[in-house]
């Protein structure tokens, strides 16, 4: 029987990329059992760059047809992506923010929303990327090689005011904010407010809440000893388990239960709410 590997390293980038990645996660899983893994929806823009085999998508969040990647950028969706795999994934994984996608591609989140592209569409540099990580030792210097080209390129963001206040009071609250609250705290119509919201994040308001209750969920679900799925609905704004369990088929593409048993690769623990996008992590 082959080894088991399952490595996963979680960094957070240097000052000068913080703002614009929440976080880098490196993976390294060998020995398991080949199987689909659902990339879930969450608050990120995801970059993941492969440092063995192509990423396999089965399914996009568009519905176009399946593709493979050496690197790529999937932007916010509110649907699972599906991932084949023959046990084994090797890569990085960037949690980009909404900012972000600004700051480092030159373009909103709204450009991105429902798809996945190759990386090279939106990062001149992809290539020298790519290749720089691919022949680093180890960890620690290929965090350290993004921070160096992310900072680089990272600029200031201009994003919509309106609309990046209300995905800040969104975040904060984890999607529990009611988006007639988020206007008449920014000053606008629900209708207007939405428009603006749309433009820059490609998501309606109302949409990107249930992505940001789902995704606490998930980050609940996968510690190692969870609530009772009661507990996690309430904590999450549902209005009981039942709504939960719905909006998990509609987001995730199964129950919490369901969706759980069927990952065969573990899941990372790194006390973030985000709820892993693209990537084997």
Known sequence: MADVIAESVIAIPAPPVREHVSRYIGFRYEGFPAAVHAGLPSRYVTVVISLGPPLDLARMPDGSPP????????????????????????????????????????????????????????????????????????WPQRFAILDAVLTRLAVAPCLEPAA??????????????????LARDAGYSRRHLTARFRAEYGLAPKTAARVMRFERARALLVRPEPPSLARIAAACGYADQAHMNREWRALAGASPLGWRAAEVLPFVQDGDRAGGAVSGA
Do not use: N, Y
């Open 67 to 138: 593709a493979t990647f050496e690197a790529l950028a999937g932007g916010l969706h509110d649907t699972a992506v599906a991932i084949r795999h023959d046990g084994s994934q090797h890569g990085i994984q960037l949690a980009v923010t909404a900012s972000g996608c600004r700051a480092l591609f030159g373009m909103p989140a709204a450009e991105l929303a429902r798809t996945v592209i190759t990386l090279h569409e939106v990062m001149p540099p992809a290539a020298e990327l790519c290749d720089r990580l691919r022949s680093a030792s180890g």
């Open 164 to 181: 990046a206040l209300a995905w800040k009071w969104l975040c904060q609250s984890d999607g529990r904010l009611r988006v007639d609250e």
